[in-house]
């Protein structure tokens, strides 16, 4: 196969503006087409190896996988390999066990499949994930183990059919992708099924130009440079992708390769010398892009600067010519390189680097992202997660571990004063109330489900990230109400939720109501007045105070880095997410007295995240283990739901402010 020049400018074209696209720069904004561009050059370049070979009976499939493998594995295992001391040092244990996993699939080839069930690609955590970007890896790895088998059964056939027979699983792979977009977008995004087409698009390339050199058309290949560049610049994140827009950039690559002959504009353009060096090391940059970006991210509590993204940018490119030159090149060579001649011994390094992959990744895996790394006493600051269960690791029976027991056998003890009911946010106040000193002798129960509100008969649930479990929720808050109905030593019913009421879905009698805090509100009016007809006192506690950001992240790394940090946050950067929930529940029209959680947090205009080095938050918004013990014993917090919850009993109209109860503070 003839050596084309353009071919490692149009790298370049498309491996810079995912760089910038990642790095936060808005005028990149369709960036990630060029992961699209890549796909196009790869099926073009693999199938022109492949029809070479098979033509002249050349064709060896172990020579082939060997080749991949020389090209693939070895900058990829080294950028691995030196993304794990950082993850290490700087990853809290659920940021850790995911790149755990990451790891293990990098070696099984599968990431993209591991995301497909993990994440999205544009959410906010996706960008602090060092290996997402090695999805793409996946896919092409997964093209090259299966369309080489496919040209071997099908070569018999000769070129023709093959060109069309390719043509035709291309046309269903798109139109599995416009379907895909519309029903399972995740899936779609990430899976070689509706991937596969942007491959095959590559592939026709190579039959079309087999043995000839490409038309020369300038006009087609400058229209084709044209489609790439405005899809980068005019395309962004609500583009679903891939689906018949990721045509354009799609075509524009197959233009530059039909009709980009030595004497176009487009040709002598991407043949530049700046543009071609870049494009051989695009594939080392693609590699150390995402790591230095989301360690960036990880290690700094607020984003990182443009600038700073700029610089790091610049870094990638740097760290990519230093691996071609001294890890691909050298592997790449038969004669003289780390592992020789012998196809055997590729396969036996590769193998062996993968089994230590493997092993490490399954041992973050299996002892949830190692959290004695972090924590001096040994102790992770989370809680456990089990089938949607939200279980405290608190004194609570075991059995809050394997799921919802209707005989409310997660209790400290028996005949319990006090129920913990709600989502996550309910569960991490366990800690808190059993340490609080006005609990006394009492027991509590546990009914908590990941995503539910505490509301009778309608569900509040994000439809994007639990769309099955509207109906889980009401059922599980109608087995509360009835095993609430049948026990008697039950005084207190302590409630919280973020209620999902400003960017969920709320489904009332099966149905998708939309949002609607009214009806929400009615709800909860309703139910607080049902629980208060069984002779029990209903108390809404808040979520915690949020920004969007980590809020664990500082508190934790300042004590593993020695360093001193002020990890407080202004009152005004706390996320308008909860302000409006806040508003919410200082509805006048609530019937249930709320417990604003900030007030143990936030004094004038700043709020804590730690106290004597305790970290309050062990993610964005949830507490820590410790740090709700903290807060439980330091403000009696079970004191001031007794307070308000008799306040507002007690009220002739049930008016009382529950905002005037005196509260402590920090």
């Not at 609080?436 to 009492?442: N, R, V």
């Not at 049902?530 to 809404?540: N, T």
Request: hydrophobic share 45%; aromatic share 14%.
């Amino acid at each position: 196969m003839k050596y084309r020049p353009e071919i490692d400018g149009l790298r370049a074209v498309a491996v810079l503006p995912v760089i910038l696209f990642h790095a936060g720069f808005s005028w990149f904004s369709g960036g990630y087409v060029g992961v699209d561009v890549f796909f196009v050059i790869s099926g073009y370049l693999i199938t022109s190896i492949l029809v070479d070979e098979m033509e002249n009976g050349s064709f060896s499939i172990r020579r082939f996988y060997e080749r991949r493998a020389r090209r693939i594995l070895p900058a990829l295992f080294f950028v691995a390999l030196c993304s794990v001391p950082f993850a290490w040092m700087w990853m809290l244990p659920s940021q850790f066990k995911d790149f755990s996993q990451s790891l293990v699939a990098i070696s099984l080839f599968s990431s993209n499949i591991l995301f497909w069930r993990e994440s999205g690609y544009f959410a906010p955590a996706a960008e602090e994930n060092p290996m997402l970007h090695t999805w793409t890896l996946a896919v092409e790895e997964q093209f090259y183990i299966l369309f080489p088998i496919l040209l071997l059964m099908l070569w018999r056939f000769g070129r023709d059919p093959i060109f069309y027979i390719i043509i035709f699983i291309s046309a269903v792979s798109l139109l599995f992708s416009e379907y895909g977009w519309r029903h399972h977008p995740t899936a779609n995004f990430y899976l070689l099924p509706t991937r596969a087409w942007e491959l095959g698009v590559g592939a026709a390339c190579a039959f079309l130009l087999h043995n000839k050199n490409p038309t020369n058309n300038s006009f087609l290949s400058y229209i084709g440079l044209v489609m790439i560049c405005s899809s980068i610049f005019l395309y962004d994140e609500t583009i679903p992708f891939p689906s018949l827009y990721t045509l354009v950039p799609v075509l524009g690559v197959a233009l530059i390769i039909l009709f980009s002959s030595t004497q176009s504009f487009v040709t002598k353009v991407l043949s530049m010398r700046l543009l071609v060096g870049i494009g051989l090391i695009s594939f080392s940059a693609y590699l150390w892009h995402q790591p230095m970006f989301a360690f960036a991210r990880i290690r700094a509590l607020e984003p990182p600067s443009l600038g700073l993204m700029f610089i790091l940018s610049l870094a990638s490119l740097a760290l990519a010519y230093l691996t071609w030159r001294f890890i691909e090149v050298p592997f790449r060579k038969r004669k003289g390189g780390p592992v020789g001649q012998s196809i055997n011994k590729v396969f036996s390094v590769a193998a062996l680097t993968s089994f230590c992959f493997i092993a490490f990744g399954l041992y973050g895996h299996f002892k949830n992202g190692l959290p004695w790394r972090e924590s001096p006493a040994g102790e992770p600051f989370s809680y456990f997660e089990i089938d949607g269960l939200l279980a405290a690791n608190n004194g609570l029976s075991p059995k809050c571990e394997g799921g919802f027991d209707s005989t409310g056998s997660c209790a400290t003890g028996d005949e319990p004063e006090v129920m913990i009911w709600g989502d996550s946010y309910a569960m991490h106040l366990a800690d808190a109330i059993l340490a609080s000193e006005g609990l006394g002798k009492a027991h509590i129960v546990q009914f908590t489900k990941s995503v539910c509100a505490p509301i009778y008969e309608i569900a509040l649930t994000n439809q994007n990230y639990a769309p099955n479990w509207s109906n889980g929720c009401v059922e599980f808050n109608e087995r509360v109400k009835e095993w609430l109905s049948n026990n008697k030593s039950i005084k207190y019913v302590v409630m919280s939720s973020p209620m999902g009421i400003i960017y969920s879905d709320i489904y009332y009698n099966g149905e998708v109501v939309g949002v609607a805090p009214s009806l929400v509100l009615k709800k909860m009016n309703e139910t607080a007045s049902h629980i208060r007809s069984l002779g029990k006192m209903p108390v809404f506690v808040s979520p915690p105070p949020r920004t969007g950001h980590d809020l664990s992240q500082c508190t934790t790394r300042s004590q593993i880095m020695g360093v001193e940090r002020d990890c407080s946050f202004a009152t005004n950067s706390i996320s308008e997410d909860h302000k409006k929930v806040m508003a919410f529940l200082n509805d006048e029209a609530l019937s249930v007295p709320v417990i604003d959680l900030s007030r143990y947090f936030c004094e004038r205009d700043k709020c804590k995240t730690s106290s004597n080095g305790i970290p309050f938050y062990r993610d964005k918004g949830h507490l820590s283990k410790p740090g709700s013990s903290l807060i439980g014993s330091q403000f009696d917090l079970f004191s001031d739901i007794k307070r308000a919850a008799h306040a507002k009993m007690f009220s002739p109209k049930g008016e009382t402010d529950v905002s005037q109860i005196e509260l402590g503070h920090w």
